[in-house]
């Protein structure tokens, strides 16, 4: 039962960063039609400069953080700008290829600045407590805290702001938000600009807990475009669902067969999901 | 109020529109005429600011407009109420509007009040406030399309193809909406239409296209009786 409850515990710390990684994958999936295979290298540049605050310049914990989701809010408004608005009206392939060699730019540069070795930050919060018979650091809990205010946070902002609402609109029905006097681009920016900054702040939050390393966005890219996948592409709902979901299949099979596999678990539950329901766990029809 | 010069409009290097000139006044009420693949969608993208004239000018209030971004075009006043609706279908009738009032989105008073007014010309949107527009029927999604299009208080309305793939008595609510918002409201329409029945009868004058040229012009009156757009539009 503790093996259980330390095993659920864990999977939901995990599932909190994917689930923010994901959402912010979809979001932004939603204004380019294709998914931004650099977020998840995003996401490590994310680390890297809270690193760089933290442990290089001798910032708190908190002010790093923000720093950090300030500039890769940066850098998402200026990689909408100079990456992906140039390819408008042309085939979602240049999306992708624009992606992809975005991807290649942030691990070199990361791997330049920063070296292949893995880095750490100090955990600012070391302190353990017993909680239902599980050790839990308070570090952990603030991963699951923050990810669920980020959650709730995003969602009423989503739904009742009308900078929000253009954001879905944007995705629904370019050229109909266009006709309603909503400047398109701007909207774009600001969704690039919150897909980033969201995840340097789950990259924030686990750069305690794990080592920074230049590679590490791949496995996180990959394993979010699975999420949004198996939530059903573009669906907001089903990529937080589905970031807890393979959070817990991570963690429950890694703990109780071998955490060699865990890779394996996700992926299998890809394949069984889609093969049951092949748009996904909240996907549309097929219009 | 608007006014075109000598506007010509490529899409993926095929001319579409040619050489088209026109001018409509503040309060007119204008058709614009044509069969199926004419251009009239792509002359109504051009003025909306969708497309850009290839050659040509396009003024509206003597400004300027063919290479404004849409939205400032919408700012301006003028907005397009587009063929296919192209609406949000997954938000509610509500949101849907309140998106089409962008322009006026600090005034939450005005956008009561012109949503109040939406909801007399079509009270289902009302009963339906909450429901998904893509939910809705063809003719219900034609009436929010208009709706939304009215909620930003436009100038200049251009409305393209409101009839097409309507049953005869929406069609018949619509164009009665139409009028009275051209009457009522004081707002300048340009209506385009395949349906040269339903547009002459309510509108003052208009405007023929074939293969992306204007063909004729000219009062309604006078149009009705012309034999050409007897036989093709009116099937008389
Ligand atoms: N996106 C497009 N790509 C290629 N051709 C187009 C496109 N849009 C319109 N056309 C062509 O332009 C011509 C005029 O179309 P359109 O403006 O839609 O006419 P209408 O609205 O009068 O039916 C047609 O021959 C159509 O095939
Ligand atoms: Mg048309």
């Given at each position: 039962m503790e093996l259980f409850l330390q095993q659920v515990f864990n999977g939901i710390m995990f599932g909190s960063t994917y689930a923010i990684v994901a959402l912010g994958l979809t979001l932004v999936m939603g204004i380019?039609?294709?998914?931004?295979?650099a977020h998840g290298h995003l996401y490590m540049l994310g680390g890297y400069v809270t690193y760089f605050f933290?442990?290089?310049?001798?910032?708190?914990f908190w002010l790093s953080l923000l720093a950090s989701m300030i500039i890769l809010g940066m850098v998402g408004v200026v990689m909408e700008r100079v990456v992906f608005r140039p390819l408008t009206?042309?085939?979602p392939i240049n999306d992708f290829i624009a992606a992809i060699g975005s991807l290649v730019f942030l691990e070199a540069f990361a791997l330049a600045v920063w070296g292949p070795q893995g880095l750490r930050i100090t955990n600012p919060y070391p302190e353990t407590f017993q909680f239902l018979g599980i050790t839990m650091t308070v570090q952990r809990v603030l991963v699951i805290v923050a990810a669920a205010a980020l959650i709730v946070g995003l969602h009423f902002f989503m739904k009742k702001t009308v900078l929000g609402a253009t954001i879905e609109a944007v995705a629904q029905n370019r050229e109909g938000a266009m006709l309603t006097g909503i400047n398109v681009n701007r909207v774009s920016a600001i969704t690039f600009a919150i897909s980033t900054a969201t995840a340097a702040l789950a990259a924030s939050f686990l750069s305690p807990i794990f080592m920074l390393s230049p590679s590490m966005g791949a496995i996180l890219g990959m394993k979010a475009f699975i999420i949004v996948i198996l939530g059903g592409l573009g669906s907001i709902p089903g990529a937080i669902l589905g970031g807890y979901i393979l959070g817990l299949i991570e963690a429950l099979g890694g703990g109780y067969?071998?955490?060699?596999?865990k890779n394996v678990f996700a992926f299998g539950a890809l394949i069984l999901i889609l093969s049951i329901k092949p748009t996904g766990l909240f996907g549309k029809k097929e219009a | 109020m608007l006014k075109l010069n000598q506007v010509h409009t490529n899409i993926g290097g095929m001319q579409?529109?040619?050489d088209i000139s026109l001018e409509i006044q503040k309060g007119e009420f204008v058709a614009l005429l044509g069969s199926n693949g004419s251009g009239k969608t792509t002359l109504f993208r051009t003025i909306a600011g969708v497309l850009k004239p290839k050659i040509g000018t396009v003024e509206f209030d003597h400004v300027?407009?063919?290479?404004?971004p849409v939205h400032k075009i919408v700012e301006l006043g003028l907005v397009l109420c587009p063929q296919g609706r192209?609406?949000?279908?997954?938000?509610s009738v509500e949101k849907n509007l309140i998106l089409g009032a962008y322009p006026l989105r600090s005034d939450k008073t005005r956008i009561r009040k012109n949503m109040d007014r939406v909801f007399e010309f079509f009270p289902i949107l009302k009963e339906r406030?909450?429901?998904?527009?893509?939910?809705?029927s063809g003719g219900e999604q034609q009436m929010l399309a208009i709706g939304r299009s009215l909620m930003s208080e436009p100038k200049l309305l251009l409305l393209d193809?409101?009839?097409?793939?309507?049953?005869p008595l929406i069609v018949k609510l619509i164009g009665e909406v139409i009028a009275s918002i051209s009457h009522e409201m004081k707002t300048t329409v340009f209506l385009s239409e395949q349906n040269a029945n339903m547009a002459l009868n309510i509108t003052q004058r208009g405007y023929v296209l074939e293969n992306g040229r204007c063909v004729l012009s000219g009062q309604c009156s006078d149009l009705k009786q012309d034999e050409k757009v007897r036989k093709a539009y009116i099937g008389a």
């Open positions: 380019l039609n294709i998914p931004n295979f933290f442990a290089t310049l001798g910032l708190g009206g042309q085939p067969v071998s955490a060699a596999y | 579409i529109i040619q300027g407009i063919h290479r404004l192209q609406l949000f279908p997954e938000l406030l909450h429901q998904h527009a893509g939910t809705f193809e409101p009839s097409v793939g309507l049953a």
